[in-house]
């Protein structure tokens, strides 16, 4: 399998595909030269708490499918609450010191 095949588009989850109202609001690559680049609809959520809600739930789901799919550090399997400490401990560094800044990208019309 190709990496363009491996890390191509993902495809909505079931319910958000099957149901009209659905909107994506986050999109996020690794990019080769800078990081990460990110695409957004900021305003979805009228209050921000929402947004915090929403990181910790993807967080949640990270060490979920980690767990499930069988991580491991120096040859250790990884707990679920020590994926979410690490993330916890990475969130916390970028927090404190930003690798960098937001920047706001148009979307091809």
Known sequence: MSNEQK???LP???RAASQDKSKEI???WQNEEDGLEVMLRAAIFEDPFAWG???VDIA????GFAVK???SVDGVLITK???LERIREGFDAEWDD???EAQEWKADA
């Open 81 to 83: 609450e020590q994926v």
């Open 12 to 14: 909505p989850p079931p």
């Open 60 to 63: 949640h789901h990270v060490a």
């Open 7 to 9: 890390y191509g588009p």
């Open 26 to 28: 986050l999109r996020l």
């Open 53 to 55: 809600i929403a990181l």
């Open 98 to 100: 930003p690798s960098g």
């Open 69 to 71: 799919h069988g991580l």
